[in-house]
């Protein structure tokens, strides 16, 4: 997705002759003069003053300025011929597709020893631009939380036969009608239940219930190998954010069926290189019949796991390969769990507790557990607090300089957002208190903007009553630069049923630490590359002065609005707030997408404008 500098490329893409550069500079005049005049002839919520941050967005549009503005666009799109034409819609083949990852590819590149497994989008070829369709049966996922438990078959690249043939798993799934798959509250990957699994996780803490999770320091859990999701569900049930990672898979996809069913999930693994978060980010990490083989590559892998864990958090390894070799207790454990114990003393971990095929473990707290190891241990890294974004793994141990070594049980809910915290991280109170206020604020305004209404051409569809804003409207939201997380956080305080992914952009400040402190799922990435997921799996992608920061780096916008149509689910939401200046070049490249959008006003004075953005749904 990268091109040449962000100035030839405009040139390149809006450069004019001069006969139609006359001709659009009398339509911007007559642009400025029904700007100037349309507050004395037009009527518009939200006209009243405001004692906020951010004042009232027009929720109803001047129509008269709008028509205007479409005609600039289009008298630009006339004099560009071709080049501005609607972008084609792909194959079949590609209704699938995840960029970056070539299984076969990398493997005929000479990658070997779980490095084909990776993403690798150095070796992406260049491919026809063109807008990724959904299969031919797919429809709308249902609203949350029904769901969760109900999803259409025809939306994930998992088939009827491959469910009847995963064994027991099966016993805890239910097909209601041929194209639909429920799953029982009590499905899982393990076999006495979820909710059994998870108390028992808790006793093996020592609390007295999974209830109780929060006030352990509980409240993140990377989950590797997610199954069916139904572990994560249970966890979200019990106000947590776990995150699931699991491989990139052609069929059957962990990620794929997470997100559908309205779980935060996301390709990863790290056989090779390290995940895209930093260190100390997780309270647990979990895996259950993840298929990781701990002691590989001199403990490499283990290391990555506590290189996330946060001090004083758990992981917890859960396989039925764990059998019983006998009855006395030296006898219960078998190679894997053997192995990983001999290497978590040498990383200072204890085994806490043991309960049948189930193993805990608990990282250490005391910083003078490394001094006092015997020589010849693991050695300790020297970076501080620096994000990875995909670095190869590292021998070594790492995190123990950051500011952030702070046991999880002596973190609260809001240690983040205190002074104390705030100060760890580098930042202001008086910074953070407004940024908080001002999306509380854009929050509100941006709610009421999403529905149907504002297009007025927008088709409803047959049987469905319009929806009743602000209730189950989206579940999958992700903020594409998300600064603190203060979207997300607004969300919450709305009681929004909605999950963020807030994404910091590779070369923005570093703000990750403080989003994932915040118990908030968050990830590094360049927007210049495709984002690690399935097509289809966001209801709404928000980005914030985003394409300003990408025009100086050598990214290519029109990739970018093909990589969001992708991700983003039929009928999805967009909502872009830049300056007025990019907002019209990306006003220009939706009608290459096929989305309705529309520009929208701040009464702010600025020249910052907000795109709202609906995808349609293209049936075959």
Known sequence: MRGGSWYKSVSSVFGLRPRIRGLLFFIVGVVAVVTIISPFTSNSYGSSSSSTLVPNIYSNYRRIKEQAAVDYLDLRSLSLGASLKEFPLCGKERESYVPCYNITGNLLAGLQEGEELDRHCEFEREKERCVVRPPRDYKIPLRWPLGRDIIWSGNVKITKDQFLSSGTVTTRLMLLEENQITFHSEDGQVFDGVKDYARQIAEMIGLGSDTEFAQAGVRTVLDIGCGFGSFGAHLVSLKLMPICIAEYEATGSQVQLALERGLPAMIGNFFSKQLPYPALSFDMV???????????????????????????????????????????????????????????????????????????????????????????????????????????????????????????????????????????????????????????????????????????????????????????????????????????????????????????????????????????????????????????????????????????????????????????????????????????????????????????????????????????????
């Open 286 to 620: 979990h895996c259950a019949q993840c298929g990781t083989t701990w002691d590989i590559k001199d403990a490499m892998l283990l290391l990555e796991v506590d290189r996330v864990l946060k001090p004083g958090g758990y992981f917890v390894l859960t396989s039925p390969t764990n059998k019983a070799q006998g009855n006395s207790p030296d006898t219960k454990k078998t190679s894997i769990s053997t192995r990983v114990d001999e290497l978590s003393k040498k990383i200072c971990w204890s085994l806490t507790a043991q309960q049948d095929e189930t193993f805990l473990w608990q990282k250490t707290t005391d910083l003078n557990c490394y001094s006092s190891r015997s020589q010849g241990s693991i050695p300790l890294c020297k970076e501080g607090d620096s994000v990875p974004y995909y670095h190869p793994l590292v021998p070594c141990i790492s995190g123990t300089t950051s500011k952030r070594w702070i046991p999880i049980q002596n973190r609260s809910a809001v240690a983040g957002t205190t002074s104390a915290g705030l100060e760890t991280h580098g930042l202001k109170p008086e910074e953070f208190i407004e940024d908080t206020q001002i999306w509380r604020s854009a929050l509100k305004n941006y709610w009421s903007l999403l529905t149907p209404l504002i297009f007025s051409d927008h088709p409803k569809r047959p049987g469905d009553e319009d929806p009743l804003p602000p209730f189950n409207m989206i579940r999958n939201v992700m903020d594409m630069n998300a600064r603190f997380g203060n979207l997300n956080a607004a969300l919450l305080d709305e009681g929004k049923s909605a999950w963020v992914m807030n994404v910091v952009p590779v070369n923005a400040r570093n703000t990750l630490p403080i989003i994932l402190d915040r118990g908030f799922a968050g990830v590094l990435h360049d927007w210049c590359e495709p984002f690690p997921t399935y097509p289809r799996t966001y209801d709404m992608l928000h980005a914030n002065e985003l394409l300003t920061h990408l025009s100086s780096e050598r990214c290519s916008l029109m990739d970018l609005f093909l990589e969001m149509d992708r991700i983003l689910r039929p009928e999805g939401w967009v909502v872009l707030s830049d300056k007025v200046g990019v907002i019209e070049m990306a006003r220009a490249l939706t009608a290459r997408v096929r989305w309705e959008a529309r520009v929208i006003d701040l009464q702010d004075g600025s020249d910052q404008r907000l795109l709202v953005c609906q995808k349609p749904f293209l049936k075959k």
